[in-house]
T-cell receptor, first 112, second 114 residues
Framework: SQELEQSPQSLIVQEGKNLTINCTSS?????LYWYKQKYGEGLIFLMM?????EEKSHEKITAKLDEKKQQSSLHITASQPSHAGIYLC????????????FGKGTLLTVNP | EAGVAQSPRYKIIEKRQSVAFWCNPI?????LYWYQQILGQGPKLLIQ????????DSQLPKDRFSAERLKGVDSTLKIQPAKLEDSAVYLC????????????FGPGTRLTVT
């Protein structure tokens, strides 16, 4: 089974709508990273969360870490076409603080 | 600041042939990672270097894959012989050190094995 489950697998929203992507771990989270990837390109770092209850925001993107639930959520407010892409969560689930395990990603489409 | 550089960007080979990928990390980054990303999946760590030493290669198929990081800077990943299931994007990433923190990714090399 997948150690990091992302939901939904894909999402289509109308420009201006809010959306949430979830990442759930089957193991204890020691650090959670969100990345964005566009087709044919590398991963772009969005945010890193390390403490339970931690919440970070950058522009219209907010990420939260619920350590007890071993879950993180990524929320986009007032989505724009520029937000389209694949969102990947990566986590240190071994406590080594360096080896990342990634989810399969969530494909986001924003229709103008 | 220059990012992580990778070459080639695309490569098409036949099965049983060999192929090599090159990565130049961000200057000053001690840790270098190679990931394999199969279509529809997240990246999977193949090997991690700390300077020129291997920290983790537990998921590297050592019968056909090899990697080196001479002088603790550039790195090459080689596949010999390639199989159809090796078709994927190979991503290189680097970070300041192995104590966690942001990993910076290169654009990747898309390998197609026919």
């Amino acid at each position: 089974s997948q150690e990091l489950e992302q939901s939904p697998q894909s999402l289509i929203v109308q420009e201006g709508k809010n959306l949430t992507i979830n990442c759930t771990s089957s193991k204890t989270l020691y650090g959670l990273y969100w990345y964005k990837q566009k087709y044919g390109e590398g991963l772009i770092f969005l945010m890193m969360l390390q403490k339970g209850g931690e919440e970070k925001s950058h522009e219209k993107i907010t990420a939260k870490l619920d350590e007890k639930k071993q879950q993180s959520s990524l929320h986009i407010t007032a989505s724009q076409p520029s937000h389209a892409g694949i969102y990947l969560c990566g986590a240190d689930i071994g406590g080594s603080n360096y080896k990342l395990t990634f989810g399969k990603g969530t494909l986001l489409t924003v229709n103008p | 600041e220059a990012g992580v550089a990778q070459s080639p960007r695309y490569k098409i080979i036949e099965k049983r042939q060999s192929v090599a990928f090159w990565c130049n990390p961000i200057s000053g980054h001690a840790t270098l990672y190679w990931y394999q990303q199969i279509l529809g999946q997240g990246p999977k760590l193949l090997i991690q270097f700390q300077n020129n030493g291997v920290v983790d290669d537990s998921q590297l198929p050592k019968d056909r894959f090899s990697a080196e990081r001479l002088k603790g800077v550039d790195s090459t990943l080689k596949i010999q012989p390639a199989k159809l299931e090796d078709s994927a994007v190979y991503l290189c990433a680097s970070s300041l050190d192995a104590a966690g923190g942001e990993q910076y990714f290169g654009p990747g090399t898309r390998l197609t094995v026919t």
